[in-house]
């Protein structure tokens, strides 16, 4: 059975850093795509982050700040955000694309399975 759970997500002040650790059950994340999103209040989810083999994706509003890794021995997947701006508060979730290729363009329709979320809040 499927199972992804987030964690790492609280309160920040801006300009901190948090680190986000996504860790699966009943699969290996290292066959899969794996994908990072956050879905603000009354916003669409979007795609922050994504990793598929030897393919990476940090979406344009989070490059040079944020980074996604895989550690496949301990079969998760961390997104170390740093510079935190206000706009970044969100719920963010880890999600696995079973199909493949979802890491290119990080998007959340290419994705089918999600863990429940992790909230992150970024203020003063």
């Known amino acids: 059975q499927l199972q992804l759970v987030e964690s790492g997500g609280g309160l920040v002040q801006p300009g901190g850093s948090l680190r986000l650790s996504c860790a699966a059950s009943?699969?290996?994340?290292?066959?899969?795509?794996i994908g990072w999103f956050r879905q603000a209040p009354g916003k669409d989810r979007e795609g922050v982050a994504c990793?598929?083999?030897?393919?990476?994706t940090h979406v344009d509003s989070v490059k040079g700040r944020f980074t996604i890794s895989s550690d496949n021995a301990k079969n998760t997947v961390d997104l170390l955000m740093n510079s935190l701006k206000p706009e970044a508060s969100a719920v963010y979730y880890c999600?696995?694309?079973?199909?493949?290729?979802?890491?290119?363009?990080?998007?959340?329709?290419?994705?089918?399975?999600w863990g429940l979320g992790t909230q992150v809040i970024v203020s003063s």
């Open positions: 999600a696995v694309d079973q199909s493949g290729g979802g890491s290119l363009y990080c998007r959340p329709s290419e994705y089918d399975y």
């Open positions: 009943g699969f290996a994340m290292k066959d899969y795509d």
């Open positions: 990793i598929g083999g030897s393919t990476i």
